[in-house]
């Protein structure tokens, strides 16, 4: 299905410690602050190794500072300018890498450097500084030349602390990678020491099938669960049991038990599939309090897919299988654990019977739900007819919105959004290349709710949408003749009180296109459709188009990257293109490109001399005025689009 093709611009603030202090501008220097190169006061000095050491931060002093980016190697940065300790380090080895781990459940770092000045390290001295959780962290460094290194456990900006406490450890590093693993019997590099296994994917010997993790060894499979089933040992993908793949006439059950003691504890299941496509899976069982988990892996251990919703179950999913091959299911019991009792359950593979509800042609079932049709949801209170089971709630299931051409057509509806599933669906059938649809969406409410409406054609791929306004209107133009769906969403905070809506569509006058330029013309609320095909607009097709080829979504083009964004008004000028990070990137396309400025990724896009040939930022309600989106921002002197 067609969506909406726009670009997300990145910020980077995050939730552990952003904001508050000087911003690391201005040293923390106090009263022990470092003098000719000795890093403040230290706690301890270790010279043998491995070394530990448990200290505090509380009260050790707030001296040192680091400003991000003066380290070497860098592993995420929080603002480290409050309470620190420092530890020295020597008696290293020159060249040599060691590992550092911090623990602690506070908001600690630590940062490694040679020499400091006033307030922290010296300019190009900081070799590492490692901060990226809320708690334990373990980060690498290799020991310079004289084998005298300083550890700052610092503090993350603004955070407030229980005791400040942790523990230090520092030890000489086996690897830091596999390949540095040359002992038979532990060829993966795993926390800097050489280990048997990581995953069970590595453990194929016989009657060892498990890595335990605790141990990272091979270890054979549990057989302490009591009532357990007969095709044990079955706990690890060497020892799984081969099912049939399944077909859509016949699909796989297998009933079967597992329990949760000892840990290794699980039920692997091998299924090999002949082509790419989809695999629908549902555990059930019927033991009060328990809840079972299954995850999908493809033949090297990468997860695919996985059941994990918690409560009674049952645990129900669609995988996407990329390639054909061998595929890995593994069940176990997530709760009680450490249970030896073992739950009876059974896993059903099957062939999905949808994608989406554009898949569901029967009106008695017509909502796409895991892999199956269904019957509509009816959980609103106060809903209209409509919604009465099977429902309305997918394309076969949708109400009549068709008059003549020129005549509008409006129907009455409720909606909720309890549960998140619920849509009310239209359709409109058209008759006549080139002709167009006017739908408008209104409502009135205390307080007021947001709906929304999609318009998609009969294969699901989205037309057009309007997000912000009350009333939403989508105008579409050149369409061929066909059937046209279009869907209510309630949008916000979670209720299951319907709200009153009145939808109105009116087909206009078919118009013939010639190019593809007046595909374009009709922008605002319209998703671009870049070929004028027999009087109408249609989507290019997925291909494979090289940079500079027409496009108007991403599948057309070999880089997987289209210059179109949604609403943009100069869509005809859409060609496949390439990230970039200044406009002279942008140069293999010819004249009148630029790179754009300031989001995630940066692509070349034909140039400016508006905002509304920037394309629209969906996810703002900041509309432009007369416009039904924000759109983004071209500066016209440079015809740089930028958020």
């Keep these: 299905m067609r969506t909406l093709a726009y670009l997300l611009l990145t910020t980077a603030c995050a939730v552990a410690a952003c904001g508050g202090d000087d911003g690391g501008a201005t040293p923390d220097a106090g ?20 070394a530990t050491f448990t200290g505090t931060v509380l009260n050790a002093g707030d001296d040192l500072d680091v400003i991000e980016g003066a380290c070497a190697d860098e592993r995420g940065y929080w603002g480290p300018y409050g309470l620190d300790q420092v530890v020295a380090l020597t008696g290293l080895t020159a060249g040599t890498a060691y590992v550092v781990e911090l623990d602690t459940a506070e908001d600690l770092g630590v940062y490694v450097t040679s020499t400091c000045d006033a307030g922290g390290p010296a300019t190009g001295s900081c070799l590492l500084l490692v901060d990226e959780t809320v708690g334990a962290e373990i980060a690498d460094f290799v020991a310079p030349a004289g084998g005298a290194v300083f550890l700052v456990i610092d503090t993350a ?76 040992p079955d706990d690890g993908p060497a020892a799984a049991r081969t099912l049939t793949f399944p077909t859509m006439v016949t699909p796989t059950v297998v009933t079967a038990a597992v329990c949760s003691q000892p840990a290794v504890e699980g039920d692997w299941y091998k299924v090999t599939a002949v082509a790419a496509g989809q695999l629908r899976l549902s555990a059930s069982w019927t033991t009060s309090g328990a809840d079972l988990d299954f995850v999908v892996y493809n033949s090297i251990g990468a997860a695919v897919g996985q059941g994990a919703a918690g409560g009674a179950g049952p645990e129900v999913a669609v995988v996407e299988l990329a390639a054909p091959g061998e595929f890995f299911i593994e069940v176990y019991q997530y709760e009680p654990v450490m ?29 796409c739900a895991v892999g199956d049709c269904v019957v509509g949801p009816a959980q609103c209170t106060g809903d209209d007819a409509a919604d009465s089971p099977p429902g309305d709630d997918g394309p076969a299931g949708s109400r009549n919105l068709t008059a003549a051409v020129g005549t509008p057509m409006a129907l009455s509806g409720r909606i909720c959004n309890t549960p998140g599933t619920e849509q009310d669906w239209y359709r409109v059938v058209t008759t006549s290349a080139g002709e167009g649809i006017q739908a408008e969406l209104a409502w009135i409410g205390t307080p007021v709710p947001d709906l929304d409406v999609f318009i998609f054609d009969s294969q699901g791929r989205l037309l057009g949408t309007s997000f912000w306004l009350n009333p939403e ?3 579409l133009t050149y369409l061929p003749a066909g ?18 809506y009145t939808i109105t569509a009116t087909r206009t006058t078919a118009v013939a296109c010639t190019t593809r330029t007046d595909c374009a013309t009709t922008f605002k609320t319209q998703l671009y459709r870049g070929a004028c095909t027999a009087g109408s ?10 940079e500079g080829g027409l496009c108007d979504s991403a599948d057309d083009c070999t880089s997987r990257s289209c210059s179109y964004i949604a609403f943009e008004a100069d869509a005809q000028d859409s060609v496949c293109t390439h990230a970039c990070t200044t406009t002279a990137d942008c140069s293999s396309l010819g004249a009148g490109f ?9 692509i070349c896009v034909p140039t400016c001399t508006a905002d509304v040939e920037c394309g629209a930022n969906v996810n703002s309600s900041m509309v432009d005025l007369g416009q039904p989106w924000n759109y983004f921002t071209c500066a016209t002197a440079t015809g740089v689009c930028s958020p």
Excluded: K, W
Excluded at 339 to 364: I, Q
Excluded at 484 to 498: D, E, P, Q
């Design 594 to 602: 630029a790179c754009t400025s300031g989001f995630g990724t940066n």
């Design 31 to 50: 009263t022990d602050a470092p003098v000719g190169g000795v890093c403040g006061v230290e706690a301890i000095t270790l010279s043998t190794y491995p």
């Design 157 to 232: 900006d603004a955070v407030s602390l229980t005791d400040g406490a942790y523990t230090l450890a520092v030890r000489a590093a086996e690897c830091t990678t596999s390949a540095q693993c040359t002992t038979a019997g532990a060829p993966i590099c795993n926390n800097y020491e050489c280990v048997q296994c990581t995953t069970s994917f590595q453990c194929s010997a016989a009657g060892m099938p498990v890595c335990d993790g605790a141990t990272s060894t091979c270890v054979a499979g549990g057989t302490t669960c009591t009532g357990d089933d007969a095709g044990e």
């Design 537 to 546: 607009c249609q989507f290019i097709a997925p291909g494979m188009a090289a």
């Design 339 to 367: 249970t030896a009792a073992a739950t009876g359950y059974t896993l059903t593979l099957s062939l999905p019977e949808c994608r989406d509800s554009f898949g569901c042609t029967n009106p008695a079932e017509p909502m």
């Design 483 to 500: 059937t046209y769906y279009l869907r209510v969403n309630l949008i916000g905070t979670t209720t299951a009180a319907a709200h009153d």
């Design 473 to 475: 209107s989508v105008t």
